[in-house]
C-alpha cells in the first residue's frame, strides 16, 4: 500500500512553488510554463522548474525568475505503447519516482505544480512527499480507448486543483472520471503579444501563408500541403511555410511530408523553416495563418495570428472553437478538410478588405480574452482559492 506523507505545516515568508515539467523545448505548453512562472514571481513566489534534460527553455525559465534542476522524468508519450516502450516505461519510472520524492522533499515547496498529464509521476512523487499538487492540463484527448484515458487521468485524483486551458479540456476529464468535476478550473492561456504588430499588407497577388507548430499529424500539416496543392489548381499563386519540427521518433511523418510536396510539385512553393526562436517575424511575413489542428486542446496559434494582425483559418476543433468567432476573428472549417481551406483562403483573397477588418478584430479580441496580465492575474486567485499559496 502506497501511504502519503501528511502534509507539513508550512512556513513563513514567500511562497515556495517546485514545477514540473516534461519538455525543454519552445512550444505551446512550454511557453505557457514560461508564463505561468513569470506570473507566480512577480507575485513574489519562490519558483524551481523540473525540467527532465537541457534545453532552449532553461534560459527563458532563469529570466522569468525561476532555478531549473534537471531530473530524469518518465513523461509519457504514444511510442511506449509498444512491448519494448512498456520496459522503458516501467524501468524509467521506477528510477525516477524516488528521485522526484527526493527533489519535492528537498525543495520544501507549498505546491507542486505539476504542468500536464504526461508525467504522472510527480504527481505521486510529490502527494509521497508530503506536499499539494496542482496540475495544470494542456490537453484534450477525446478520442483515446476509455482504459487508456482512464489509466493517464487516474493520478489526478491525487490533485488539489486542476486547471484546465479550455472548455474541451475539461470536458474531456469528465467523461473519464467525474469526481473530478469539482476540483477543475477553467484558465485560458495568456499569450504575449509582439512589441509591433505589423498591419496586414495590401495583396500583390500573391499569397502567403504560415502554419506553426509541431510537423505532427495531430497539427494537420498534411491537410496544408493538400490545401495548397487545391488553391494552386484554383488559379490562386500562394506559398506556405511550415515552422517546427518533428518530435524525436516522428522522423517518418516529415519524410511522408517532403514526399507529398515532391509528389504535388510544390517544392518552390512549400518551405520547411524549421523550428524557430522568434516566431513573430515570420508572422509579419505571412498573410493568412492556417491552424489545420486536428486535435487542438487549446490552439496558441490562433491568438497569436491575432497579435500578429493577420487574418486565421482554423479546423472546427476542441480549443479552437473557443477562440475563434466564425465570421468575427476568424474562419472555422471542418477538420480534415483541405478543400474547405482552400475555399476559404480562395474567398479571402478576392475579398482583403473584410480579411483586414476580421483580423483588427481579432487582434483586439486577443487581447482583451487572452492577454498575460489577465492570465497572471487569475492564475494566482486560483492558487490562492486552493489553499497552497498565502493572500
Not at 218 to 235: N, P, Q, Y
Not at 295 to 301: A, H, T
Not at 325 to 352: Q, R, S
Request: charge should be positive; glycine fraction near 8%.
Amino acid at each position: 500500500m502506497i501511504m502519503l506523507r501528511r502534509r507539513r505545516a508550512r512556513s513563513p515568508g514567500p511562497a515556495r512553488v517546485l514545477l514540473a515539467h516534461p519538455s525543454p523545448d519552445l512550444y505551446g505548453s512550454d511557453r505557457m510554463l514560461v508564463e505561468s512562472v513569470r506570473s507566480l514571481t512577480e507575485a513574489g513566489c519562490i519558483v524551481t522548474v523540473a525540467l527532465p534534460i537541457d534545453g532552449p527553455l532553461v534560459p527563458l525559465l532563469q529570466q522569468a525568475g525561476a532555478g531549473v534542476v534537471i531530473v530524469e522524468t518518465l513523461v509519457l508519450r504514444k511510442s511506449l505503447m509498444t512491448p519494448r516502450g512498456l520496459i522503458t516505461l516501467f524501468v524509467t519510472g521506477s528510477r525516477s519516482l524516488p528521485r522526484a520524492v527526493q527533489v519535492v522533499r528537498s525543495a520544501r515547496p507549498d505546491v507542486v505544480y505539476v504542468n500536464t498529464v504526461t508525467i504522472p509521476g510527480w504527481i505521486l512523487g510529490a502527494r509521497l512527499a508530503g506536499a499539494p499538487v496542482v496540475c495544470h492540463v494542456h490537453e484534450a484527448e477525446d478520442s483515446l480507448p476509455r482504459p487508456v484515458a482512464l489509466g493517464l487521468h487516474l493520478p489526478l485524483l491525487l490533485s488539489r486543483r486542476i486547471l484546465v486551458n479550455s472548455k474541451a479540456a475539461e470536458n474531456g476529464l469528465i467523461a473519464t472520471l467525474p469526481k473530478l468535476a469539482d476540483r477543475i478550473r477553467l484558465l485560458y492561456n495568456g499569450v504575449a503579444a509582439p512589441t509591433q504588430a505589423s498591419q496586414l499588407r495590401v495583396l500583390n497577388g500573391k499569397v502567403h501563408l504560415l502554419l506553426v507548430g509541431r510537423l505532427s499529424p495531430r497539427k494537420g500539416t498534411d491537410v496544408a500541403i493538400a490545401a495548397l496543392e487545391g488553391m494552386i489548381g484554383r488559379g490562386l499563386d500562394a506559398s506556405l511555410s511550415l515552422v517546427g519540427e518533428v518530435f524525436p521518433g516522428y522522423e517518418w511523418y516529415e519524410r511522408t511530408l517532403r514526399e507529398q510536396v515532391s509528389a504535388a510539385g510544390l517544392e518552390s512553393r512549400v518551405d520547411f523553416a524549421g523550428f524557430q526562436d522568434d516566431v513573430w517575424p515570420r508572422f509579419a511575413e505571412s498573410d493568412i495563418v492556417l491552424v489545420p489542428s486536428r486535435v487542438e486542446p487549446f490552439g496558441n496559434v490562433a491568438v497569436e495570428a491575432a497579435l500578429a494582425r493577420r487574418p486565421v483559418i482554423a479546423s472546427a476543433v476542441q480549443g479552437l472553437r473557443e477562440i475563434v468567432v466564425p465570421g468575427e476573428t476568424g474562419v472555422l472549417v471542418a477538420a480534415d478538410d483541405p478543400g474547405a481551406i482552400a475555399d476559404a483562403v480562395c474567398a479571402m483573397a478576392a475579398d482583403w478588405p473584410a480579411a483586414r477588418e476580421m483580423a483588427e478584430r481579432a487582434h483586439v479580441d486577443a487581447l482583451n480574452r487572452f492577454g498575460t496580465k489577465r492570465y497572471a492575474d487569475d492564475l494566482m486567485r486560483l492558487l490562492v482559492d486552493a489553499g497552497v499559496v498565502p493572500v
